[in-house]
């Protein structure tokens, strides 16, 4: 009876621990959504004809959610899209950005941004999406099941895919400890199922945490002020590291 006794109070201490801690994770994260983020609406326009205009232009389309719109910063040639559209007509191509990317999105929500990449006939697509996966506590499995299909759809129209998988959002300052560590744990295994999710439906994978990560951990000048979206040198970093890729996509050499 002793050990039974034993187990069941050590069972019912370790219940108390985990409420408690969830209870802790809960409150931080209400708090911190209480300060208040940058608006999803001061995200700069994107749609813009980059380079030489001589000879066909490269269709770039950007989808995702709000690091793929821009929020954080003032003009779209520092965005993602704009940095990797002007390193691409650096090489002498006239490049075509157009986005379709939503602030706020999950994967869930790639269907209609599909729909509307594709009535520009893109040549390449770039997907950076997660946080709001990991935010809105998706299932990690039905979240990458749901990018790999919106990554099959554009494959199968003929558009070469670039994904970015879910950044390290343990870097992230605007989420205190413990609920950044958490967080940043959950967006890693992301970041490894969509990898591999974006592979077989025949995409290409960009480790954007493995790649930027440390950068961001070490200078908090990569973030925004809301200390939650990347700054114009936060996107300068995901765009190197996204256009290798990109340029292989498009035949065009890598240059930044």
């Known amino acids: 009876m002793d050990a039974v006794r034993l187990f069941v109070l050590g ?9 408690a801690g969830t209870g802790v994770l809960l409150t931080e994260y209400a708090l911190a959504c209480r300060r208040g983020f940058l608006p999803p609406d001061g995200a700069p326009m994107q749609d813009t004809v980059v380079g030489a205009r001589s000879g066909p232009a490269l269709r770039l389309a950007m989808l995702g959610d709000s690091t793929a719109c821009g ?9 993602v899209g704009g940095q990797l559209a002007q390193a691409v007509a650096a090489t002498g191509r006239c490049v075509r950005l157009s986005s379709s990317a939503v602030a706020n999105s999950a ?20 997907i950076l999406i997660g946080a709001g ?12 099941e749901r990018l790999g299909g919106a990554v099959r759809r554009l494959s199968e129209a003929g558009v070469r ?3 970015g998988t879910c950044p390290d959002l343990g870097s992230t300052p605007a989420w205190p400890q413990p609920l950044r560590t958490v967080i940043g744990a959950r967006g890693a295994m992301l970041a490894t199922a ?3 999710a974006t592979r077989v439906a025949g995409g290409t994978a960009v480790d ?6 440390r950068v961001f951990r070490a200078d908090r000048g990569t973030y925004c002020e809301d200390r939650l979206h990347p700054s114009a040198d936060g996107y300068r970093l995901w765009a190197e590291a996204l256009l290798p890729a990109v340029t292989r996509a498009a035949g065009t050499p890598a240059t930044i």
């Open 161 to 163: 895919v670039v994904v």
């Open 208 to 213: 954007l945490a493995a790649r930027t990560g």
């Open 107 to 126: 994967a869930g929500d790639l269907g209609p941004q599909v729909s509307r990449a594709l009535l520009g006939h893109p040549d390449v697509a770039v």
């Open 194 to 196: 969509q990898a591999a």
């Open 11 to 19: 069972a019912t201490g370790l219940m108390s621990i985990a409420l």
């Open 133 to 144: 996966d990991v935010r809105r506590c998706s299932a990690i499995s039905r979240s990458a």
């Open 71 to 79: 929020v954080g910063v003032r003009e779209g040639a520092e965005t």
